[in-house]
């Protein structure tokens, strides 16, 4: 099998980079992500198979140096390590190695652990500090005064379990934060917001403390007698017309590269680019918690190893990738991303009551998916490639809410819900920007807002019933930055201009959105800074090399600069060229009383759907599976 320049980066090449890194800089580097560079457009699009596959690692980290980190890029071809030096104000995602000093210097603070005996938790001994769970939190926005610019810094909140594998959100350790200063390696204050007992009500949701598990669900089986029906070849796959490469980034997750149907292009790169968790409570716990969890924390990096008839249920494909841990080895995770087709009920039909015939197609789709675990909560990331050529993303949330303990259920209902005995958990937002870099049908394409218009009352509409599609051309960054309008209909449409279908109209797609709030924080808020990409549902740039981060690449402890923002400063012209379009999807949540323990799935997403690519149902070649 021979390498493509966008293949994972594989073990040996995650060990060559380590190597050639250290031989160069060192060795006393904290390693946050390391992935393979994908090479600039114009390289990418003249490779060839045979060619050098242009393999280039990243290596991101921190070492004693005082500034913000490093980004390491070394070329396996000749075995060259560029290092480029993180300024103060910036820093390389967090790692694993933060999490540990952080986590280790809360439970050594004595202040800490005498605020934490207050509230009831047992510190004496070394089993007492091993049920304590400390939870780092992104500091940046609200670095604390007597941390100094550059350092990298957690707010550390904590529960206490009951023994190792208990819920330990469920005995959230109230009013406590420690401020961790980690490059100085010290615990510079410890604020301490007023004592609440410790809730006491279980909360585990393994089988083993659920009692009898339920009955009557007889087996449901999932087979596919003569295998599935897609083609895998290293990291490409080839299913129905559709042809792409698959990847994890450490940043933006799971990655669909050169995405064509019938080989016309559609999407030269899709994926999540950033994502903001704001919470809305007052309380002192999570006033300021609005953590990026694809920019700080590296969600790629936190993908889950799946598990067939857990995870995944039918002919699955597995595709596995490697990580580098803290300190320099390579971590495998296998089945990282899931490849497998899904019966989806009816593509179309109709009955004829004339001839009393009925023709009918069955709906199937090719789900490409991943699953990533960011502390508490679990995200899914699932795309979704159908016969007639519409294209889902679709977001799962789970996991466990973020919670406060109370005394007094009617504190603040609005603000933080209670959901359990003692608990209540704080109202959220997950806003998610995916960016979308556009080659319909090749060439460059425009973007259209089509939306719906009633028509006044006159001669030619005397009964006031009429209403008309309109379209108007977004032809700068700023027109671009759109909101969604459920009420009109509206939608967006890229457009190849040059490329016309069977009836003479120019080929589309159009985003369709879903019902996705926007960032509810102020303007003046740190958020709305540091996360700008939240506060439209589109944006659109033309594409330039680099400009890959709605937020900015390198967000730990920064202020917001370098992202959406900054990439539409120059209100550059999108009329018509390589099209960007970033999308804001999401939900806000006002967590319920089912939400507890652990949260049963909660979805958001898009769709993408081919409007004139076509000239007329794609899918009426679709085999009958009816014999009457
Ligand atoms: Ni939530």
């Known amino acids: 099998m021979t390498t493509h320049p966008l293949d994972p980066a594989t073990a040996d090449e995650i060990e060559r980079a380590v190597d050639l890194f250290r031989t ?100 004496a001994t070394k089993d007492d500090l091993e049920r304590i769970q400390i939870d780092p939190w992104p500091a940046g926005g609200y670095p604390h005064p007597d941390i100094p610019q550059g350092h990298r810094a957690f707010r550390c909140i904590a529960f206490v379990r009951d023994d190792p594998k208990d819920n330990g959100y469920a005995h959230p350790i109230q009013g406590l934060i420690a401020h961790v200063d980690v490059t100085a390696g010290t615990v510079v204050a410890v604020e301490d917001s007023g004592v609440v007992p410790v809730p006491q009500t279980p909360g585990r949701f393994d089988s083993a403390h659920q009692g009898a598990t339920r009955e009557g669900l007889r087996e449901l089986e999932i087979t596919q007698p003569d295998g599935p029906s897609f083609e895998v070849d290293g990291y490409r796959v080839r299913w129905q017309g559709y042809d792409f490469r698959v990847s994890i980034h450490p940043t933006h997750g799971l990655v669909l590269h050169g995405l064509s149907l019938n080989e016309r292009p559609l999407l030269f790169r899709a994926a ?49 990738i490697h990580h580098v841990t803290w300190d320099g080895k390579v971590r495998p995770v296998k089945n990282a991303i899931c490849l497998h087709e899904e019966d989806y009920g009816i593509q179309w039909k109709h009955f004829d009551a004339q001839s009393e015939t009925t023709e009918v197609r069955r709906s199937r789709r ?46 603040n209902p609005e603000q933080s819900p209670l959901i359990a005995p003692n608990i209540v958990s704080p109202v959220h937002q997950h806003l998610f920007s995916f960016r979308l870099d556009w080659e319909l049908d090749g060439g460059t394409n425009a973007l ?48 190849n201009p040059e490329r016309l ?19 509810f924080a102020r303007p003046e808020s740190a958020v709305a800074k540091r996360a700008a990409f939240a506060t439209h549902h589109l944006w659109a740039t033309p594409y330039a090399d680099g400009e890959e981060s709605a937020a900015g690449p390198y967000t730990v402890m920064h202020a917001g600069e370098g992202g959406l923002t900054d990439y ?5 012209s999108i009329a018509q060229c390589d099209l960007v379009m970033w999308h804001t999807v999401g939900v806000t949540h006002v967590p319920r009383p089912e939400d507890w323990p652990v949260m049963p799935v909660e979805y958001c997403g898009f769709h993408l759907v081919p409007v004139g690519f076509f000239d007329r149902n794609p899918t009426l070649d679709l085999p009958s599976h009816c014999h009457s």
Request: net charge negative; charged share 20%.
């Open 272 to 320: 999540l680019s950033d994502m903001v968790v704001p919470y809305g409570d007052s309380d002192p716990m999570h006033s300021w918690k609005h953590v990026l969890d694809a920019s700080e924390y590296n969600l790629g990096t936190a993908v889950n190893s799946l598990t067939l008839g857990c995870d995944c249920l039918g002919e699955i494909y597995y595709f596995d």
């Open 448 to 495: 259209y807002e089509s939306e719906i218009e009633a028509l006044p009352l006159s001669d030619d509409n005397p009964d006031g019933t009429q209403f008309r599609s309109v379209a108007r051309h977004l032809t700068t960054e700023s027109q671009a930055m759109r909101d969604t309008s459920p009420q009109t209909s509206r939608t967006w449409k890229v457009v």
């Open 568 to 572: 539409t400063a120059a209100d550059r």
């Open 24 to 123: 160069a800089h060192g060795s006393d580097a904290w390693f946050s992500s390391c992935g393979r560079v994908e090479p600039d457009k114009a390289a990418l699009k003249a490779w060839q198979e045979g060619n050098d596959p242009l393999r280039v690692i990243r290596l991101l980290g921190v070492d004693r140096s005082g500034d913000g980190g490093f980004e390491a890029d070394v070329a396996l071809a000749d075995g060259s390590v560029q290092v480029r030096r993180l300024p103060l104000e910036t820093q390389t995602p967090y790692g694993f190695a933060d999490f540990a000093a952080a986590i280790r210097l809360t439970k050594a603070h004595k202040g800490w652990l005498s605020a934490a005996e207050k509230r009831g938790v047992a510190v």
């Open 501 to 519: 279908n069977g009836l003479g109209e120019p080929v589309a797609y159009k985003l369709l959105p879903g019902p996705s709030p926007l960032l």
């Open 366 to 411: 090719l789900v490409i998916s991943s699953v990533f675990t960011i502390g508490n909560y679990d995200y899914g990331f699932y795309w979704y490639l159908y016969l007639d050529g519409t294209i889902q993303m679709e977001i799962k949330l789970t996991g466990i809410v973020g919670v406060s303990a109370v005394e007094d259920r009617a504190v």
